[in-house]
């Protein structure tokens, strides 16, 4: 009987596994022969990812037609999951039985979930701090080649134009609330607020794109599905974990197993499942990214340019800024330059007109005996490690303050598409 293909019926057409071009293809083959190891994931695993991007978040999902984008509207329902939030499900009476479900299943704490290695993983994000959110993007972008990921972002304005940068200080709002010392496994904690009002911006944006005249489901599946929600967990625990190492942050293959474990937990919360495919292993990790990088068809035209060509320029400094605060944008202006130009793949990054990489991959350079050096420290002291952790966060946490002018992370789940 002949062995099932790993593209299951109704798949999106951009999405081009297996069909790898010779060049990833020798790779495979090579590093098979020489080491035993096969770079891609297997024939399941590849059929479950490509099903996940036509898959969304249903529990969510019913919940914000019913009240979001139903009678009751984005306001007054907002009001109902902050008052949840605040004194607990039981206390909104007038709760639909969809906000219940949603709650119940928010709240339940999963069989698989290892609160120990959580923590760990936090840990891992407090000493990356500002540096895991630059990275990351770096990697984002790196992935806007492709129109099932850089449509829906344009459309709905995220990481688009002047929105580039409000967008990425939400974000990282949310990164810094999750990763504080037990916030992510506290009831009530601010990161675990956020991470439903992200749950459910992202279901609200999904339902407008896919019903835009330029989202093709045929071709690209599901907005946000839950495919390209699990990319963007492994961009944020695997992918940092080995880029940093160039930079001095000495990740142990402990510690990347738990970053790995503290983002499925993190995506549990904003509504990733992904049920019988979420990597248990880095190297799981590593062959879906490789598969999602043979994937690749190349087809985000504009929306894909105007995404990658916004990101970096939104750190410029303003023309008002002068002196000290002049500087200070400035210096992570370049820095952001130079984590794209480091960890965007060269022949994507020629695709572009970025600005130049080189200062900031200096900078980045020029910091990185002191950071292998607190790394071998905080080896030899909890102390140093605690400290570091702390100062780390604290710096995150200030820049974030800066750069947003005050401004507070709204999370709105009811913004009209752009266009």
């Known amino acids: 009987m002949p062995e099932p293909s790993p593209r299951p019926p109704g798949a999106p057409t951009a999405f081009r596994y297996p069909e790898c071009n010779g060049r990833r293809v020798g790779l495979r083959n090579l590093v098979k022969r020489l080491t035993g190891v096969d770079l891609f994931p297997t024939d399941a695993v590849a059929r479950a990812f490509i099903a996940g991007l036509t898959e969304g978040d249903p529990v969510a999902e019913r919940f914000v037609a019913e009240t979001y984008h139903g009678e009751l509207g984005a306001r007054k329902a907002r009001e109902l999951v902050e008052r949840a939030q605040r004194d607990s499900i039981d206390s909104v009476p007038e709760a639909p039985e969809s906000m219940r479900a949603l709650f119940a299943e928010f709240e339940q704490l999963p069989g698989w979930v290892d609160p120990e290695l959580v923590e760990e993983g936090a840990a891992v994000w407090r000493r990356w701090a500002y540096a895991l959110g630059a990275l990351g993007n770096a990697g984002t972008n790196d992935t806007y080649t492709e129109g099932w990921l850089a449509v829906p972002l344009s459309l709905s304005g995220g990481y688009a134009g002047q929105r580039a940068l409000h967008r990425y200080l939400e974000t990282s709002r949310w990164w810094i609330e999750v990763c504080r010392p037990g916030a992510v496994l506290t009831p009530g904690s601010l990161g675990r607020n956020i991470s439903m009002h992200v749950r459910i911006m992202h279901v609200s944006v999904r339902e407008r794109v896919k019903q835009h005249p330029e989202w093709d489901a045929e071709r690209w599946g599901l907005p946000i599905s839950q495919s390209a929600m699990l990319l963007t967990l492994l961009g944020g625990s695997v992918a940092p974990a080995l880029g940093l190492y160039l930079l001095g942050h000495l990740t142990s293959a402990r510690e990347v197993r738990a970053v790995l474990h503290f983002n499925r937990y993190c995506g549990h919360l904003v509504g990733v499942r992904c049920d019988g495919y979420f990597p248990e292993t880095v190297a799981d990790a590593w062959r879906i990214l490789f598969m999602a990088d043979a994937a690749r068809s190349y087809d985000s035209a504009d929306s894909g340019t105007e995404l990658v060509e916004s990101f970096v320029p939104a750190f410029a400094p303003a023309p008002a800024q002068r002196g000290l605060a002049r500087l200070r944008a400035e210096y992570h202006y370049r820095v952001q330059a130079g984590y794209l130009g480091l960890y965007m793949l060269p022949w994507n990054r020629r695709r572009y007109r ?15 005996p002191l950071i292998l050096a607190l790394e071998l420290a905080r080896r030899a002291s909890g102390w140093v490690d605690r400290r570091w ?31």
């Open 354 to 368: 970025l600005p130049s990489a080189v200062p900031g991959i200096l900078l980045l350079l020029l910091r990185s």
């Open 389 to 419: 952790q702390q100062a780390n966060l604290s710096r995150w946490e200030n820049w974030l303050r800066w750069q947003s002018d005050g401004k507070a992370a709204a999370f709105e789940a009811a913004a009209p598409l752009r266009r």
